[in-house]
Nanobody, 126 residues
C-alpha cells in the first residue's frame, strides 16, 4: 500500500505564494506519474497539475497555467506544487495522487490515479 502525505498548506493573502509537498512511501516512486487535484467547498474535485513519471512532461489546468509549477525529486520520493500569484478562487483542499502504471499517457482525471493523499487546506484571503 502506497501512502501519500501532503504538507505545506495554509492561509495566505492574495498575490502570495505557497509550496505544497507530497511525500510518497512507494519504493518505485520514479515510475509513478503524479498529479495534484483540488476541491473547493460545494464544488467537484478538479485537476490542477500533473508530471509524468519520466519528469519530461508536465500538464496544468488553464486556471493555474503560468502561476503554478509542478516538480519532483525522485531521490526524496516527493512531488511539489509551487503556487505563485495566488487568488481567492484557489482556495480549496489540495490532494496529491499517484498513478503507478508507468504508462506513456498522463492522466488528467481523478480516475487515472490509484493512490491519494489526505489533502491539505489552502486558503487565500482577498
Amino acid at each position: 500500500q502506497v501512502q501519500l502525505v501532503e504538507s505545506g498548506g495554509g492561509l495566505v493573502q492574495a498575490g502570495g505564494s505557497l509550496r505544497l509537498s507530497c511525500a510518497a512511501s512507494a519504493r518505485t516512486f520514479s515510475r509513478y506519474t503524479m498529479g495534484w487535484f483540488r476541491q473547493a467547498p460545494g464544488k467537484e474535485r478538479e485537476f490542477v497539475a500533473a508530471i509524468h513519471w519520466s519528469g519530461l512532461r508536465t500538464y496544468y489546468a488553464d486556471s493555474v497555467k503560468g502561476r503554478f509549477t509542478i516538480s519532483r525529486d525522485n531521490a526524496k520520493n516527493t512531488v511539489y506544487l509551487q503556487m505563485n500569484s495566488l487568488k481567492p478562487e484557489d482556495t480549496a483542499v489540495y490532494y496529491c495522487a499517484a498513478d503507478p502504471t508507468a504508462r506513456l499517457r498522463v492522466g488528467l482525471s481523478g480516475s487515472d490515479y490509484e493512490y491519494w493523499g489526505q489533502g491539505t487546506q489552502v486558503t487565500v484571503s482577498s
